[in-house]
């Protein structure tokens, strides 16, 4: 059966919306749960489940929807899909998911011709990064598209989806998988069922990708490359195409897989060089949201972030935030106070910082990665936070660092800003000396309290 508006789904926790997308055995809805808050489930078509014609195939169908579920609940990352709960629908499995609003970069090519190359390179760095991810969890996607990626609507962040038919994979070992691709996307070893499988393989996905979005056109598909190669290159369809992007696009689309770079990383190394002065930009919407609850004005703050003014932007965020608490030092915030702050200011805020900064700071972006380190809502764990301050650099050698010692700059970690609360910290540290390390030490852990609240904050406003 289709679901329909209004059905209420695992012990009336969700209620459907309506329908999203739908593919070859997979359906998608939008839903809402007990708090009013969206989300997207994802089931099985209902004919997989009754029609006769599906029966050889309806366990392999449900063990890749479940093994579906696991693959998304290890790889987390901003730029990948998050995965909120499982659950069966009387026979039907069942994900529910972030619903990621926004558009398909299928749609968005579609709708605006050719995307400038600065645009399309923030869209693949992005991407090419969640994928370093899935890689190293020992999985393939080997199903990248423009239409498996989204962009979500006004935080000039792209997203990652579908991952129904990623593989586990062994480098340099042949391996049996089911033969599913998307022509023009897919490599020549994904039309064979025994072959040799690498992260290479995403790698000419998210080059064909590339080409898609700087062309507007799907590339040949592989196998008819293997008897006349017409792919032509990008730069003849669109010349304002750079040589070097139009080469690392080439050599990416290699198809022999020793001919390419041989993971994501490494391609996107010779895409984007570090400190090669390549313009990588994601386009803003020509107006911001600088919504405010209680009346505060951020359009210093967007203008800061605006013109890559980091630290003082730091500082401008701690200012704002003090003055929508209602007190005048960061001395007398208390957990309280994080626990009610505004979610029109937070989002406010948290879409200036993850905008300007295409995508690499914010709280939103912050608390993805306290999740991927284990953070969970509602579970206070030191250990956890203290591995999300390694992972952001805000810990070095197992020590926090001081203020004074945070990189302002876009080349620092991912969500290395903005500092919670940044001068606190700065101003504790001249006042203790080394006789002071046991009420440092208390400091950092109370701090590490309010972070926790911040990141539980940010989950309940939905960001």
């Not at 915030?333 to 905008?355: A, G, H, S």
């Amino acid at each position: 059966m289709v679901w329909v508006k209004g059905q209420k789904l695992y012990g009336h926790r969700y209620v459907i919306e309506r329908k999203l997308r739908q593919g070859g055995v997979g359906i998608t809805y939008l839903a809402k749960d007990k708090k009013g808050n969206s989300l997207a489930i994802k089931t099985l078509k209902d004919e997989v489940m009754t029609n006769p014609d599906f029966i050889d195939f309806r366990d392999k169908y449900q063990r890749d929807f479940e093994r579906e579920a696991t693959r998304l609940a290890v790889c987390r990352h901003p730029h990948i899909v998050q995965i909120e709960n499982v659950f069966h629908e009387q026979s039907l499995p069942c994900i529910a998911m972030e619903y990621i609003q926004g558009e398909d970069l299928w749609r968005r090519v579609r709708n605006r011709n050719p995307l400038s190359e600065a645009e399309a390179l923030g869209y693949i760095q992005q991407i090419g990064e969640a994928l370093t991810i899935v890689h190293d969890k020992g999985l393939l996607h080997r199903d990248l598209k423009p239409q498996n990626i989204m962009v979500r609507s006004g935080v000039s962040e792209a997203v990652l989806i579908d991952f129904g038919i990623a593989r586990e994979f062994i480098p340099n070992l042949t391996q049996t998988h089911t033969v599913h691709f998307t022509d023009g996307f897919a490599p020549l070893e994904q039309y064979d069922e025994q072959a040799h499988r690498g992260e290479y393989t995403d790698v000419y996905g998210l080059a064909a990708t590339l080409y898609c979005l700087l062309t507007t056109k799907v590339p040949p598909p592989a196998f008819m490359r293997v008897v006349r190669d017409s792919l032509q290159p990008p730069q003849v369809m669109n010349s304002s195409v750079s040589d070097r992007v139009n080469q690392a696009i080439l050599t990416g689309m290699e198809l022999q897989p020793e001919n390419r770079p041989q993971s994501v990383s490494e391609w996107l190394q010779v895409l984007i060089p570090q400190n090669s002065g390549l313009q990588v930009l994601i386009p803003q919407n020509s107006g911001d949201d600088l919504s405010s609850e209680p009346g505060i004005a951020y359009r210093r703050l967007r203008d800061l972030l605006a013109a890559g003014e980091w630290k003082e932007a730091d500082e401008e965020t701690a200012d704002k935030m003090l003055a929508v608490i209602g007190k005048e030092d960061w001395w007398d915030v208390n957990t309280e106070d994080i626990e009610k702050f505004p979610c029109t200011d937070l989002r406010t805020i948290d879409r200036l910082w993850v905008k300007y900064s295409n995508g690499r700071f914010g709280f939103s972006v912050q608390k993805r990665i306290w999740q991927s380190v284990g953070g969970q809502p509602g579970v206070y764990n030191y250990g956890m936070i203290c591995a999300f301050g390694d992972t952001v650099g805000w810990r070095v050698n197992k020590s926090w660092i001081n203020y004074e010692d945070f990189t302002f700059s876009p080349h620092a970690p991912q969500g290395h800003l903005p500092v919670f609360p940044g001068e606190i910290e700065e101003i504790l540290y001249k006042l203790l000396d080394d006789l002071d390390r046991d009420l440092w030490e208390l400091f950092n852990m109370e701090r590490e309290r309010g972070l926790y609240c911040l990141f539980s904050r940010v989950e309940t406003c939905r960001m």
